[in-house]
């Protein structure tokens, strides 16, 4: 009896840790359905405030900024891009970001030097070799992608 009493604990205990990493796990999936909605349902509805600060941050000389909730500055890597940073989370190298990239006549294979791999006709994804670094770009409307980049 005592076994029987010791086998169903431990399965128990199992069932819960089990239980306890399918919430977290779904929660942190519903987390980044919900940050990508934010994202894209902001650029829709405000696509022309978006589009022409975008130009004004390529022409002029303006540095970082703050626009509708997002962080907006030319991306350092990719001169020919604004980056309008959203949010990130996690730490070190467990670390996602989301935003946006305006990018000039849709030009994405110019502006990211190559680097991006098309995967069908609206998204794109870089892998670093020998990483776990990737980004993800999907096209919002026109010069306008989603990103997720982790590291």
């Not at 990719?78 to 305006?102: D, L």
């Not at 000039?104 to 791999?117: K, Q, T």
Request: proline residues 1%; hydrophobic residues 35%; charged residues 25%.
């Amino acid at each position: 009896m005592k076994k029987k009493s010791w086998v169903s604990k431990v399965s128990i205990f199992i069932l819960i840790i089990i239980s306890a990493f399918a919430i977290l796990r779904m929660t942190f999936i519903y987390s980044e359905y919900r940050i990508k909605n934010e994202i894209i349902e902001s650029v829709q509805d405000h696509l022309e405030d978006f589009s022409s600060n975008s130009e004004k941050m390529l022409n002029g000389n303006m540095g970082s900024e703050e626009f509708r909730g997002f962080q907006v500055q030319k991306d350092i890597d990719f001169p020919k891009v604004v980056n309008y940073y959203y949010k990130g989370k996690g730490f070190g190298s467990a670390s996602v970001y989301y935003g946006v990239y305006y990018v000039p006549d849709d030009n994405v294979d110019g502006s990211f030097r190559g680097l991006m791999e098309k995967k069908d006709g609206y998204t794109w994804l870089y892998q670093e070799n020998n990483s776990d670094n990737t980004m993800y770009l999907e096209k919002i409307s026109r010069s306008f992608y989603y990103y997720k980049s982790t590291y």
